[in-house]
């Protein structure tokens, strides 16, 4: 959404003596960062560089990146965001793949509220009104605009006959028995890290915030309706409201910290674990929905890729979340730049932490740069001189040459198949001393609950590739065995980095 996009353009890359002055020459856009980014940046020991460097190591961007871009990355770079995951990110696409994989697994889409696409589903909506009328039931529904942000033009509404037909809208059943904490109703920001699509491979950060409205609730009635502060959690609404209390502490206030809120949960005497095993598997099975088409986008930006190849792409997502008075968590929506503004202390303490944690687990080091250059001259000259390349068997070859050969060849898949292998250990291992605060949710360690996922995520490709070109079904034929082929996904160890940032002006937005 607009509220969560970071008004600014990172570019990081590593640090030479001849470019120690152009660093410090646009060192001090380096202040107009939000504090979290700046600190992560400095703590990883990253210096700026300009914008038009095409050689850095990380580039952050403030909304999506062209495919363009990501197809001509090295493969050393890494980018801040995935091709596809608009999927899931505006509330219009959101809908309308949800809708999909609720068609064909309903018992496990149970998360998100009904929820019609405007104009195309008007009729639908108009149809379902009538049968609760008729059963003499009534609902309260929330209109949202198809690609708005910020909580402008979200209303709740009863007169259904008043929604105009051809306007581009969202409307959700409203979840009118939501959990409270001290008589308000709250939403829950969840920091997710994907860090590959191919094989997928997500974490969850164990601390978010929790904010709050600032009206005590009531059920919705025609009398309440408008009262937003008391209906919408929404920050940017939130915090015009007199009522709205900045505290700094992670307890109290009208924004605290999922931290806290655990430790709530568990004094209440509430399942924590079970809390978290629901957040999770939300998240995952909503990922689950956009994997084919960050997958697809990503192999048409990347092609060729050899298996264990790292993902030149990684994302920070904002997932919201609100539960009900069950403790049952449902999806609101789903940012792809979260904001790292800080009105706060508590925005500053679990944003940075969001932000250094993912990139100690991403491990981009210096000497990438370094290899995969010193591998591109070594290619081009075995290409150029025509070195490594197998001689063709002709009619006159010795049995025993045809032997050698053979040998050979398989002596040279031997050895790409070990550092592939030497490659996932230290991946692993890596992430196993590098977690912070995240933990790795998909694949899971929990066999059976890793059997339910791909099973759904073959629903998700079946969904996906439905009605599509026979040459796309070719060519994604069997993902999850063509995933599983290219290994897991976890850095190596980790290295001084020295890299070179810039940034151009930005303007701070709040979350």
């Not at 770079?77 to 505006?90: A, D, S, T, V, Y």
């Not at 002596?411 to 592939?420: C, D, G, I, S």
């Not at 999850?480 to 001084?496: D, F, N």
């Amino acid at each position: 959404s607009k509220e969560d996009s970071m008004e600014q353009s990172l570019v990081t890359g590593s640090l030479t003596k001849n470019r120690v002055q152009r660093a410090w020459d646009c060192f001090n856009h380096f202040f107009l960062l939000a504090p979290p980014v700046r600190i992560a940046i400095k703590e990883m020991g990253y210096l700026k560089t300009r914008h038009e460097d095409e050689t850095a190591n990380l580039i952050w961007c403030d909304s999506a990146v062209q495919h363009e871009k990501i197809a001509e990355l090295r493969n050393y770079q890494r980018i801040n965001h995935f091709p596809g995951m608009g999927e899931i990110c505006r509330k219009d696409c959101l809908a309308r793949n949800m809708s999909k994989m609720i068609k064909c697994q309903p018992q496990e889409y149970g998360f998100i509220p009904k929820t019609w696409i405007f104009p195309a589903e008007y009729t639908q909506f108009q149809n379902y009104v009538k049968e609760l009328r008729r059963k003499r039931k009534q609902k309260t529904f929330i209109v949202k605009p198809a690609n708005g942000a910020m909580g402008h033009g979200i209303s709740l509404i009863r007169n259904c006959e008043k929604l105009p037909a051809q306007e581009h809208y969202i409307v959700q059943e409203y979840l009118d028995k939501p959990f409270l904490m001290e008589g308000y109703k709250f939403d829950l920001r969840i920091y997710i890290l994907v860090t590959s699509c191919d094989p997928l491979r997500i974490y969850l950060y164990d601390d978010g915030l929790v904010r709050m409205g600032t009206e005590k609730y009531h059920a919705p009635s025609e009398a309440n309706l408008s009262q937003l502060y008391m209906h919408l959690t929404n920050y940017s609404v939130n915090k015009h409201n007199e009522n709205f209390e900045r505290d700094e502490t992670a307890d109290k206030g009208s924004k605290r910290s999922i931290g806290w809120f655990t430790e709530f949960l568990r004094a209440n005497h509430h399942d924590v674990a079970k809390f978290w095993g629901d957040v999770s598997e939300l998240v995952v099975k909503t990922l689950i929905v956009a994997e084919p088409h960050v997958l697809h986008a990503y192999r048409m930006c990347r092609p060729g890729q050899p298996p264990g190849s790292d993902s030149v792409c990684f994302e920070v997502l904002g997932f919201d979340i609100i539960l009900d008075r069950k403790l049952k968590p449902w999806l609101l929506e789903i940012n792809r730049a979260p904001s790292f503004g800080t009105d706060q202390k508590i925005d500053y303490d679990v944003k940075k932490g969001v932000l250094l944690n993912a990139l100690k687990l991403l491990n981009i080091r210096a000497s990438d740069k370094k290899r995969n250059l010193a591998q591109q001259k070594a290619e081009a000259q075995r290409r150029l001189y025509g070195h490594g390349s197998v001689k063709k068997l002709s009619a006159a070859t010795s049995d025993r040459e045809k032997q050698r050969q053979t040998l050979e060849r398989r002596r040279e898949e031997l050895k790409e198949r070990l550092a592939q292998v030497r490659k996932q250990i230290s991946r692993e291992e890596h992430e196993r001393r590098h977690l912070g605060n995240y933990r790795r949710i998909y694949p899971p360690d929990d066999e059976p609950l890793l059997e339910r996922y791909e099973s759904l995520l073959s629903a998700a490709f079946q969904t996906f590739l439905a009605g599509r070109a026979a040459s796309l079904q070719r060519e994604m034929n069997n993902p999850l065995k063509q995933m599983k082929a290219r290994g897991a996904h976890t850095p190596t160890e980790h290295p001084r980095v020295h890299t070179h940032t810039h940034a151009c002006a930005p303007t701070q937005t709040q979350m």
